[in-house]
């Protein structure tokens, strides 16, 4: 259930029109009053019909003409309008149930506080099953100015509780980042000129898309001037930066003028000094090294940088938050990065993902951006490197992404940041798509050539040795014969499947995967492109020096079988 609070207004009787009017679209049915102040004396145009909508607005209105008419008092913001909206799928709710939830917003708002009898007078109108309109005009019976800081937290809270108590979705409980809903204006703007976006959420879109590719905010603002975005820049008299707006080319005022929005306005992380922040920790590089050039080198670089990727730092309390944050908003960039680069037919997917994990990017807990500077520094690698077409190299860097989204999802779930682990869970969901496309021609040439029984058998029992407890779950899962190539392929090359299984388990658990074969598949890959994990980057990233991440040291192929296996079964070869 959502309650957003509008701007206060001055004209009661113009918002009646619009409640009891038949809407934009006809979409009012049956207009009426099912809560208010002293029901019994309050007329309703909806079931009198000798009731007028002024006789109505002069009735609510009447303790706001008494002030006015005091010297020096008058008001003309004094109207309090709150529609609050059940979920589409939220059962029906009576017009008793709607006026006791009425009741509950006005009191936690501050307009009708308990047993106060000289409250402001409010009604709520309900035109449609799924709505309610709370109006009320803010001056009490007394002449005061009702209590209504914080109103819209009070109110956002009461939601939550009247979601359990009736049995509706329950939604997260907001912190004031996310950003601004589209208003009905800035929908119907979209709509009559053909747009699938409205401005806000197509600049957005455009300024997320734009700070990979820039270490400064000069550069951004530049980089959106080329990607047709209408720039204004405000500066200081010294020249420095002092503030920007965006506007969408088309998007006019009445004045004919461009619709320039402030970025601060846009989300609350895209603010002028929020960017500054961002990338003053950006540390590009001085020389560029070659894998900035090859696809197949940027996407695996760019994968060895996310084994770095935790939620659990050494760092405890608000410190080890800041690293954690900086983690996650560097994540949201990487993940954009890879949209941006990968080939064409899995770019909705990641930019869907992108555009869903923007809102697990940012919380109450200030980043400490320099801690990331090696997620950041590959996700700039990617936007500067040619396209290319290594599938199994990407599949290996979203499925990457996917166990990063899920340690963020974890990670906000465990601070109480229920909109961002609801963003970052949504996020899971398109990069687990975009693999299984990425991964599936892969997947198939891999099964086609699945080894002989005998030397199959024989990987099962390395599996069974190496990950007891998901040993049931692996063997059975359709991708087994591909996992078995793998093994198979591996040890051809002169690694030891045992030990690779228990390397590739030990990088995730693998209670939440959803084909742990398939998982894998693709930790394997990229163990056995690089088994040893690199401590320098490691000791680099967690030192903060805003360095790039230096590429993976390799390991000779071992000459002969470990210990480990000796006790195991006798190998087979294909």
Not at 208 to 225: D, T
Not at 534 to 561: C, H
Request: aromatic share 4%.
């Amino acid at each position: 259930m959502i309650a957003p609070i509008k701007n206060p207004g001055s004209n009661t009787r113009g918002l009646l029109a619009y409640l009891y009017g038949p809407g934009r679209h006809d979409e009012h049915r049956d207009p009426h009053i099912v809560a208010g102040f002293a029901m019994l004396a309050m007329p309703d145009p909806g079931r009198d019909e000798n009731a007028t909508l002024t006789q109505l607005a002069r009735y609510l209105d009447e303790p706001v003409r008494l002030r006015n008419s005091e010297p020096g008092k008058k008001l003309t913001d004094h109207v309090w309008h709150c529609p609050v909206r059940a979920a589409p799928e939220d059962r029906y709710l009576s017009d008793t149930e709607w006026s006791e939830i009425a009741e509950r917003i006005v009191r936690a708002a501050g307009i009708a506080p308990k047993d106060d009898d000289l409250a402001c007078r409010w009604i709520a109108v309900r035109h449609a099953d799924d709505h309610i309109h709370i109006l009320a005009t803010t001056v009490r019976e007394d002449g005061r100015r009702p209590k209504l800081h914080n109103s819209g937290q009070r109110v956002g809270a009461e939601c939550r509780e009247i979601e359990k108590d009736y049995g509706l979705r329950q939604l997260g409980t907001g912190d004031r980042t996310a950003e601004r809903r589209p208003t009905q204006a800035e929908m119907h703007k979209a709509k009559r000129l053909g747009w699938e976006q409205t401005s806000r959420e197509w600049l957005q879109d455009r300024i997320r898309a734009a700070i990979p590719h820039a270490s400064k905010a000069e550069e951004l603002l530049a980089y959106l001037q080329t990607d047709s975005v209408e720039v204004k820049i405000l500066r200081f008299p010294s020249g420095d930066l002092r503030g920007y707006s965006v506007a969408r080319p088309g998007d006019l005022k009445a004045n004919g003028q461009p619709n320039y929005i402030p970025g601060g306005k846009i989300a609350p992380d895209l603010s002028l000094p929020k960017l500054q922040a961002l990338l003053a920790a950006s540390t590009p590089e001085e020389h560029p090294t070659a894998r900035r050039n090859k696809p197949a080198t940027r996407w695996q670089h760019a994968t060895n940088v996310l084994d770095t990727f935790t939620t659990d730092h050494d760092t405890t309390g608000d410190s080890g938050d800041a690293r954690v944050q900086a983690h996650i908003t560097a994540l949201g960039e990487l993940i954009e990065a890879t949209a941006q680069t990968a080939p064409q037919d899995l770019r909705a997917e990641l930019r869907a993902a992108a555009k869903t994990f923007a809102r697990a990017q940012r919380s109450q807990i200030r980043a400490d951006h320099q801690a990331a500077s090696g997620l950041r520094q590959a996700a700039r690698d990617l936007v500067h490197a040619s396209s290319g077409k290594d599938g199994s190299t990407l599949a290996v860097l979203v499925a990457a992404l996917v166990w990063a989204a899920i340690l963020s999802q974890r990670w906000h779930t465990a601070k109480g940041h229920d909109q961002q682990a609801e963003a970052a869970r949504r996020t899971v969901q398109h990069l687990q798509a975009a693999y299984d496309q990425a991964a599936a021609d892969q997947l198939a040439f891999l099964a086609q050539r699945q080894p002989k029984e005998q030397t199959r058998n024989t990987l099962a029992s390395d599996v069974l040795a190496a990950i007891p407890d998901h040993a049931t779950r692996i063997l059975t899962d359709p991708n087994w014969p591909a996992l078995a190539t793998v093994l198979a392929d591996a040890e051809a090359g002169g690694y030891v499947p045992h030990q690779l299984l228990t390397e590739a388990a030990a990088r995730r658990e693998l209670g939440s995967a959803r084909l742990p074969a398939q998982v894998l598949i693709a930790r394997i890959q990229h163990t056995s492109y690089n088994p040893a994990p690199n401590r320098t980057v490691e000791a680099a990233l967690l030192r903060s020096t805003g360095a790039a991440a230096p590429p993976r040291q390799y390991r000779p192929k071992p000459t002969a079988a470990p210990a480990v296996e000796a006790t195991g079964p006798a190998r087979r070869h294909r």
